[in-house]
C-alpha cells in the first residue's frame, strides 16, 4: 500500500516569494508521483510527474519538483509566486492505484 | 490531448430522486475510470473503480446500492446517486486513465446538492 503526507495544510507566501509545498510518500514499489493543483470548483489540473529517469522535473506554470529516493519526498517548488498561483495543490502517489495527499493550500499576497 | 468531460458541473435535486453524472474520455480511451468525493477543504476521497466492461471495486465504506457505477463502453462512465438525500451533498470528480500506473486526467467535477 501506499500513502502521501502533504506537510502543511496551508502555506502563505508573498508574490514574488519561492513557493516550497512538501510531500512526503510510502510506497512498497517504485511508485509514479504527481502533482495537481486545484482552483475553486474545478477539477485538478496536472502539474508534473515523476516516473522514471531524471528526479528533477519540470512542471507547467513554472513549478518543478525533486523526487529524493533516500528522503522519500517530492516537494513542489516555484522560485517566484505569482497571485494567480494561489490554489489548492496535492500530491499524489501511484503504485497499485493513486493516492492523495491531504492538500495544501497557497496564499499568495501582493 | 486526454480532455475529460464531466456533465453537469451543478446539479439541484430534491431529497429522494435520483441523480446521473456523466464521464467521458474525449480523445483517448480510457481502460480505467475513478469516481472520488471531496468535501469542503479536504482531500479527494476514492469511491471506486471501474474497468470498461466490467463491474466497478468500491472502496471499503462506500454503498454500491447507493452509488451505482456503469463504464459501458471506453469513453464512458457513469455515477448515478440513488435516492439522494442532503448528505450525499458534495463534489463529485471523475478521472481517466489508459490503465496501470499511468497519469490520471480529471474532469472538472460536479457539484451535488440535495434540499
Not at chain 1, 36 to 48: D, I, K, S
Request: aromatic letters at 10%.
Amino acid at each position: 500500500a501506499q500513502s502521501v503526507t502533504q506537510l502543511g495544510s496551508h502555506v502563505s507566501v508573498s508574490e514574488g516569494a519561492l513557493v516550497l509545498l512538501r510531500c512526503n510518500y510510502s510506497s512498497s514499489v517504485p511508485p509514479y508521483l504527481f502533482w495537481y493543483v486545484q482552483y475553486p470548483n474545478q477539477g485538478l489540473q496536472l502539474l508534473l510527474k515523476y516516473t522514471t529517469g531524471a528526479t528533477l522535473v519540470k512542471g507547467i506554470n513554472g513549478f518543478e519538483a525533486e523526487f529524493k529516493k533516500s528522503e522519500t519526498s517530492f516537494h513542489l517548488t516555484k522560485p517566484s509566486a505569482h497571485m494567480s498561483d494561489a490554489a489548492e495543490y496535492f500530491c499524489a502517489v501511484s503504485a497499485n492505484d493513486m493516492r492523495f495527499g491531504a492538500g495544501t493550500r497557497l496564499t499568495v499576497k501582493p | 490531448g486526454a480532455v475529460v468531460s464531466q456533465h453537469p458541473s451543478r446539479v439541484i435535486c430534491k431529497s429522494g430522486t435520483s441523480v446521473k453524472i456523466e464521464c467521458r474520455s474525449l480523445d483517448f480511451q480510457a481502460t480505467t475510470m475513478f469516481w472520488y468525493r471531496q468535501f469542503p477543504k479536504q482531500s479527494l476521497m476514492l469511491m471506486a473503480t471501474s474497468n470498461e466492461g466490467s463491474k466497478a471495486t468500491y472502496e471499503q465504506g462506500v454503498e454500491k446500492d447507493k452509488f451505482l457505477i456503469n463504464h459501458a463502453s471506453l469513453t464512458l462512465s457513469t455515477l448515478t446517486v440513488t435516492s439522494a438525500h442532503p448528505e450525499d451533498s458534495s463534489f463529485y470528480i471523475c478521472s481517466a486513465t489508459t490503465g496501470g500506473k499511468n497519469i490520471q486526467y480529471f474532469g472538472a467535477g460536479t457539484r451535488l446538492s440535495v434540499l
